[in-house]
């Protein structure tokens, strides 16, 4: 690591689940925060970061992304998910190889530590070449392979086939930052065949699973013609349900399903920005939450956003909540605060090691810079000021697993500028092909 230890002096401290919310020191020693005090002498120190007029946070979790797809922002706007996947996305990612996946995932993980994620939850194709962006950049991350069988024995076995090597070959590496979920795509593109399979696999294997479900209403149509029951009815009929299991969109719920989700402690990834840009609809955040149900916030991919930036994702969940259930206090900033950090962490199973600012927990922490126009004046409460003011562009310095991703905003893993002429090339040879 670049530094054995690292000093963060002067730092408004803001931890949405202990309750920390004060002028406090913190020293990084490794990978870990290894004490938070007023006043840490500098003596013996690899590294002194002075973060006055910054507030410390824990680093956001993205729950759901495709890295990758960095590569078609834009692609296809202004259209349904039907249209949009059919006629645009997978005509396009036919053309997709290791390459292309990769240079997707160094731009996708340049926007993410500009924007203060540190860790992400990717599905998409080619993964060993996504986990080796991962690797380069510094960032944590939870990888899935998106198994697509479409019913097709043989493809079936490969898709499993594919993930399962992922886990043997990507698990636990990069010092521990690279995790491994089984990645079935959704009811309607994985068979039964393959969600019991891959149900079986999981609990044999202690993986966790990642999964779009009930993104849109043609979504909950299909699959109640063919199952005769509602997406989420139709999961727990066959057993695929589990507290191991995080769910993409679920956007169309019933009562019954929300009861199911309870049931089985089963985590959910709030996408607003895509729900709404793709005109699937607005999630029952608010009732989810009133359930006590994990509810963690995900960005989907750039060419259905079109940005990472994780608190533009907050600001317009918390937002959405209050004009859909006409109630103000429908996901306060606190609780959208938490939903980025905290509840994200929970949602991947990994809250004992990231998510909230204490000693023993792993160095994932970010800056936010105050002393820009549209932090000032200070909001009384700092979650609403990071909320609804706050943007990725006013994160100033990103440290992941000890090491410093990025400093005063510029880069230190990563040649941003050498990567944005790679990725412009990568979309140009593939919309000639």
Known sequence: MANNTILIKNAIILDPEKDINAKKDLLIKDDLIYKIDEEIAQDNVDKIIDAKDKILLPGFVNTHTHLSMALFRGLADDLSLDEWLNDNIWPMEANLNEYYCYIGALLGAVELIKSGTTTFSDMYFYMEDVAKAVEESGIRAVLSYGMIDFGDEEKRK???????????????????????????????????????????????????????????????????????????????????????????????????????IKKHDVKISHNPCSNMKLASGIAPVKKLLDNDICVAIGTDGASSNNNLDIIEELKTASLLQKVSTLDPEAL??????????????????????????????????????????????????????????????????????????????????????????????????????
């Open 332 to 433: 306060n900033s606190d609780e959208a605060l938490a939903m980025g950090t905290i509840e994200g962490a929970k949602a991947l199973g990994l809250d004992d090691e990231i998510g909230t600012i204490e000693v023993g927990k792993k160095a994932d922490l970010i800056l936010i810079d105050t002393n820009n126009a549209n932090m000032i004046p200070d909001s009384s409460k700092l979650s609403s000021n990071i909320i609804y003011a706050a943007n990725g562009f006013n994160v100033d310095t990103t440290i992941c697993n000890g090491q410093i991703l990025m400093e005063n905003r510029q880069l230190t893993t990563l040649d941003e500028q050498d990567i944005y002429k790679k990725a412009k090339e990568a979309i140009d040879e593939l919309k000639a092909i």
């Open 158 to 260: 490969a898709e499993i086939e594919k993930n399962m090597n992922l886990f043997k070959n990507c698990h636990n590496t990069a010092d521990g930052r690279i995790k491994v979920f089984f990645g079935p795509h959704s009811p309607y593109t994985a068979s039964e065949e393959l969600l019991k399979e891959v149900r079986k696999l999981a609990d044999e294997n202690n993986i966790k699973i990642h999964i779009h479900v009930s993104e849109t209403q043609k979504e909950i149509d299909d699959v109640s013609a063919e199952k005769g029951l509602r997406p989420f009815e139709y999961l727990d009929s066959i057993g695929f349900l589990g507290p191991d299991v995080i769910c993409a969109h679920s956007v169309w719920l019933s009562d019954e399903e929300i009861e199911i």
